[in-house]
T-cell receptor, first 118, second 114 residues
Framework: AQKITQTQPGMFVQEKEAVTLDCTYD???????LFWYKQPSSGEMIFLIY??????QNATEGRYSLNFQKARKSANLVISASQLGDSAMYFC???????????????FGKGTHLIIQP | DAMVIQNPRYQVTQFGKPVTLSCSQT?????MYWYQQKSSQAPKLLFH???????NEADTPDNFQSRRPNTSFCFLDIRSPGLGDAAMYLC?????????????FGQGTRLTVV
């Protein structure tokens, strides 16, 4: 079973509108972290926002906020007032509590290709 | 200033000819990761180093090897590249820690196999 599911392969949004990118996850670990990354066409993974499984409040970073619904195992990214420069691939990722190594890598979803139209 | 640097940005190699991709970091992180990202797919973890300890993912082909001569550098060696190995290869680093530990990525090396 997929650990991270992003159901929107592509989205077109008008500039200045808010956009929500969906992410659901699957884990039996009570301690985990959820991340969103932006990947422009240049290829670099740019960290946007993080939500810990024990965090009581939804994470916010500037125009980015994370709508965390733990019971539903969803962690949707909300971008307010979208800009042309927001056009990119967006990946949701999870790291589960380390199994003793302290170094587990990220498991990524398949991504959403967001295109902002003027 | 770039903190995780991958060289080269673009690499073209011949089918079956060994190739090495390079990653360096100025963050002094003790964990370094290599991910493979094929076109329109999610990045997939190949392996990671925790200090000098090498940790291979179960489904990483034997064709892929890695070396970490010191804290700052890590190399990905592909012994006999096939056409299916064409991909973006992403290096990342992090401190060892809990699930909230941020990973810092390089700009990636886009590998073409001809």
């Amino acid at each position: 079973a997929q650990k991270i599911t992003q159901t929107q392969p592509g989205m077109f949004v008008q500039e200045k509108e808010a956009v929500t990118l969906d992410c659901t996850y699957d884990t039996s670990d009570p301690s985990y972290g959820l991340f969103w990354y932006k990947q422009p066409s240049s290829g670099e993974m740019i960290f946007l926002i993080y939500q810990g499984s024990y965090d009581q409040q939804n994470a916010t970073e500037g125009r980015y906020s994370l709508n965390f619904q733990k019971a539903r195992k969803s962690a949707n990214l909300v971008i307010s007032a979208s800009q042309l420069g927001d056009s990119a691939m967006y990946f949701c990722a999870m790291r589960e509590a380390y199994s003793g190594g302290g170094a587990d890598g990220l498991t990524f979803g398949k991504g959403t290709h967001l295109i902002i139209q003027p | 200033d770039a903190m995780v640097i991958q060289n080269p940005r673009y690499q073209v190699t011949q089918f079956g000819k060994p190739v090495t991709l390079s990653c360096s970091q100025t963050l002094n992180h003790n964990v370094m990761y290599w991910y493979q990202q094929k076109s329109s797919q999610a990045p997939k973890l190949l392996f990671h180093y925790y200090d000098k300890d090498f940790n291979n993912e179960a489904d990483t082909p034997d064709n892929f090897q890695s070396r970490r001569p010191n804290t700052s550098f890590c190399f990905l060696d592909i012994r006999s590249p096939g056409l299916g190995d064409a991909a973006m290869y992403l290096c990342a680093t992090s401190r060892a820690g809990g699930p909230g530990t941020e990973a810092f990525f390089g700009q990636g090396t886009r590998l073409t196999v001809v």
